[in-house]
């Protein structure tokens, strides 16, 4: 049979894992001695998960009695002696039984702590057993450094324009992690002078040193009107610093900037900042979006140009491919047939064939010879002859065709 204390987060880090078997002289067996971490390296207010499993060899049963039943026993590198757990009194164990016992201890001191299982149970003649330091212990080193956390703060905040509706005012701040942890998701508060005005904005995980732009958006706010930022309004996040979370500036309604000074550098800005002993104030419009669409409209001409290379790439390839394909016999015999034509001085003058009556390349050899045909007999005389004797002519001719076609 074996007890199962309620579940304990499991941890990241094994500080230390027990290798066999201890047994006491009662008869109780220690195995699975294990003590685990969130992370590799323990700091002062770190807490360590430990866990064991007794087992009775005994021949009787036995009670886990008081006044600390099972229990784990630490020594602080003070030689202070320190207990966690305490738990199962009233429970008995019978021989062959075994008890997982579970139980955290937060370390608050730097230097090597001691840690082991132990018992306090009655046996079968009403007599109490202690077992303080027969079993094996752990050695545990904390660091002497202090525990590194994450640490939110806003460096910069201020108005950044109109609404969709035209209606309310968008507001932004930049929260920098200036702490050597990255943090988790958060949720910032808004106040408005001075009172809270029920929205819960979200900030994203942000790693150490690492900055991020959160909007929101207020309604009714005036010239003069005072926004208060909160940072982890819920304190979800454990920090390094948990007084540098508010951040307050005054509405000018003119882009209003407000600024630390590492993040002004030479500027004069508006800065209302509570527990602050100085500050400046100017007004400063802020451009937040140029750059960035600048950067956009280059970033498309660049693509479309590489775009249109490509292009070019592609039709000259696939001409060269069609061409290879179908070997282009028809094309190329036409441009050999032009090229030799231009080579023998055969230029022919169309201006006096009108628009409608130009012929194809190919038969324009073939128009010329007919068009000086034509003009050969106009020159022989054919004009100065008179009508009758052409017509006689005619006649006579097409009488004797006649004759000899009907011989």
């Known amino acids: 049979m074996v007890f199962v204390i309620p579940c304990i987060s499991a941890a990241e880090t094994v500080q230390y894992s027990q290798s ?28 360590l998960e430990m866990s064991y499993v007794i087992t009775s060899e005994g021949f009787y049963d036995s009670m886990i009695s008081l006044p600390k039943g099972l229990y784990f026993t630490a020594l602080d590198p003070d030689s202070n002696l320190v207990e966690a757990g305490k738990a199962y009194t009233g429970q008995f164990i019978s021989p062959g039984d ?3 016992m579970k139980a955290r201890l937060t370390v608050d001191k730097p230097g090597t702590w001691k840690i082991w299982p132990s018992y306090t149970i009655q046996n079968n003649n009403g007599i109490v057993k202690y077992n303080p ?57 808004i106040l408005l002078n001075d009172v809270d005005t029920g929205i819960e904005n979200p900030v994203g995980i942000l790693p150490a040193g690492e900055s991020q732009k ?40 003119k882009n209003d900037v407000s600024k630390t000074s590492d993040a002004v550098d030479s500027l004069d800005v508006i800065s209302e900042e509570p527990e602050h002993s100085s500050n400046e104030t100017s ?9 960035a669409v600048c950067c956009d409209v280059t970033a498309q001409f660049i693509i479309l140009g590489i775009i249109a290379v490509l292009m070019s790439v592609f039709s000259f390839a ?77 006649v006579g001719v097409g009488t004797g065709d006649k004759e000899d076609k009907r011989e």
């Open 20 to 47: 066999g078997e201890n047994m006491s002289s009662d008869r109780f067996v220690a195995s699975d001695f294990t003590i685990t971490s969130e992370r590799p390296e323990i700091y002062p207010g770190d807490t």
């Open 98 to 100: 075994s008890i997982i």
């Open 133 to 189: 330091d027969e079993w094996a212990a752990a050695d545990i080193y904390v660091e002497e450094e202090e525990i590194p956390l994450a640490d939110l703060t806003i460096i910069e905040a201020g108005t950044a324009g109109s609404s969709e509706n035209g209606d309310d005012l968008r507001f932004y701040y930049i929260v920098k992690n200036t702490g050597p942890l990255d943090a988790k998701t958060t949720v910032s508060g």
């Open 214 to 253: 959160v909007f929101f958006t207020l309604s009714n706010v005036s010239k003069g009107d005072k926004i208060t930022i909160v940072l982890d309004a819920a304190e979800t996040e454990d920090e390094l610093d948990e007084e540098n979370n508010d951040w307050s500036f005054a509405v000018n309604l």
């Open 283 to 291: 007004s400063v419009v802020y451009y937040p979006a140029t750059t």
């Open 318 to 394: 696939l001409g060269y491919y069609y061409c290879q394909s179908k070997k282009c016999e028809n094309e190329l015999g036409w441009m050999y047939a032009k090229i030799k034509r231009l080579e023998a001085g055969e230029t022919i003058d169309h201006s006096y064939i009108k628009a409608e009556e130009v012929l194809p390349d190919e038969d324009i050899a073939e128009a010329e010879v007919v068009l000086k045909g034509k003009s050969g007999k106009e020159d022989s005389g054919d004009k100065e002859k008179p009508e009758e004797e052409k017509t006689e002519e005619s």
